[in-house]
């Protein structure tokens, strides 16, 4: 009987077509005129996991956009696996800087050109071909398996936490499994073990019922604008510390062991920096770049607007100005305790000119950070060591994935990271693309996470 290992090799050439033909689906979940290439994208993959021979599979409705779930579910006395990936992807404007149509996938040099090609179509796909191969070539899988792949992970999951909590039992597992992440390189496999949360709010201010002419109120009345500024700056010193009062109260400081972990992996802010076109790295004192970067809060102004806009000059006091606020959250902190604090830290610094509300906006999310010993994270540790030929690093990264927190608040689980994009390959961008090495290395991983999965 041929082994997991030669199906894959065999197979090969069909799973790359069939990457390419989920490519071709535009499932682009934000916008409404693209419902129904979202759905048939659902689809799509609901008969793949029916093909590769998982059961149970159906298309699940929710307020917005589908999930799939399946299942495999004998393997008495072992552990049950939630492998979680999503099928939606971002719009692909602005098109002229692409290479290549955007949905009409290419292979140049190794490479798969399109959107959605690393985050996360490939991994979404290679999880299903690992567990195909194991069942074609052995009739089993090592340990029980669970599938969920939502529609509407690129703006936000509205609808993701409902639809857990409604459906608990059906999802209750051992351990879940986020596909949607990555490698630290081809030659170097990493584990994310932690991610910052997230926060956000609106804020608008307002002193009067219309523009004035600033010759006319210019001293008498006050500008939005100024007031807006003068909020903003007070958010923050020159040194980079964020001067909410409170903001740092429930940080978890950072361990000897933690530094030590991430003083092991090599500094990469001198490049980050060039291939940004910085100056020079920037932010809170008194810790390192990477530290900042990945396990410290930040605070950002990600736009602010008000008053003329167009060319040349208009002699106006503007009534009105807005912006918005985002601030990536450490080990510890909640989005709603930040954004109570940063509520009463602009309610002090408004002047009595001014009205100024503060709307939280959508897209929270909690903090994560999995137990060092855990068996998930020693599991995958031992089945990327044997696929890369070398330990992987274990990393932090400062961004924010809101379904670890959800797997782990509602169905009490965490979450293992194991996905196999790289962070160049152009997510969200123009010219998005996967390394096809990476995308067959993967299938060869989950075989062996599963394997090391079973007791």
């Known amino acids: ?64 956009h589908p ?11 072992q552990p049950t696996v939630l492998i979680y990936g999503h099928y939606d992807v971002q719009p692909a404007d602005p098109l002229e800087l692409w290479a290549s149509p955007p949905f009409e996938p290419v292979v140049r040099d190794g490479r798969v050109y399109a959107r959605a090609a690393s985050d996360m179509k490939g991994n979404l796909l290679l999880t299903i071909v690992a567990c195909e191969a194991m069942l074609r070539t052995t009739g089993a899988l090592p340990v029980n398996v669970k599938f969920i792949f939502e529609g509407e992970e690129e703006v936000g999951s509205p609808n993701l936490v409902p639809f857990v909590a409604a459906h608990k039992e059906l999802l209750a597992c051992d351990l879940a499994v986020s596909a949607d992440s990555g490698q630290y390189s081809e030659d170097q496999p990493a584990l994310l073990v932690g991610l910052r949360g ?38 923050k010193a020159p040194d980079g510390k964020i001067t909410v009062d409170g903001f740092y109260d429930d940080v978890l400081p950072l ?55 167009g060319d040349g000059v208009k002699t106006v006091i503007p009534c009105e100005a807005h912006a918005k606020i985002t601030c990536r959250l450490a080990h510890g902190q909640s989005p709603s305790r930040v954004i109570e604090l940063l509520t009463a830290h602009i309610g002090r610094h408004t002047p009595l000119t ?37 330990p992987p690093f274990l990393m932090r990264m400062g961004a924010s994935v809101p379904v670890t927190a959800i797997f782990l608040q509602v169905l009490g689980v965490y979450t293992v990271s194991y996905g196999f994009s790289q962070f160049d390959e152009k997510m969200h961008a123009p010219d998005e693309f996967v390394r ?14 599963l394997e090391a999965l079973a007791r």
């Open 255 to 309: 361990s000897d062991a933690d530094r030590e972990m991430m003083a092991h992996i090599p500094d990469d802010t001198a490049l980050s920096v060039r291939a940004n076109g910085l100056k020079a790295d920037a932010g809170e004192a008194g810790f390192t770049p990477r530290e900042r970067n990945w396990a410290r809060p930040t605070l950002d102004i990600n736009g602010i607007w008000g008053g003329f806009q």
């Open 198 to 235: 997230l926060a956000g709010l609106q804020i608008d201010v307002r002193v009067g019922s219309s523009d004035m002419h600033s010759g006319i109120m210019g001293g008498i009345a006050a500008n939005a604008n100024q007031v807006l500024v003068d909020i903003l700056s007070a958010l």
């Open 354 to 390: 001014a009205d100024v509300s503060v709307t939280p906006v959508a897209g929270q999310a909690i903090p994560y950070l999995i137990p060092a010993d855990h068996f998930g994270l020693k599991a995958a540790n031992s089945a990327l060591t044997r696929v890369y030929g070398r």
């Open 436 to 449: 096809l090495s990476n995308f067959e290395k993967g299938q060869q991983a989950y075989c062996l996470l």
């Open 1 to 64: 009987m041929a082994t997991w290992a030669q199906y894959l090799g065999e197979k090969r050439d069909r799973f790359v077509d069939q990457l390419l033909e989920l490519l071709r689906i535009p499932s682009i979940s934000t916008d409404p005129a693209y419902k129904t290439e979202t759905r048939r994208a659902a689809l799509w993959v609901a008969a793949r996991l029916q093909t590769a021979g998982l059961e149970h599979v159906k298309v699940m409705e929710t307020a917005g």
């Open 67 to 77: 999930v799939v779930y399946g299942d495999w579910l004998h393997a008495p006395g």
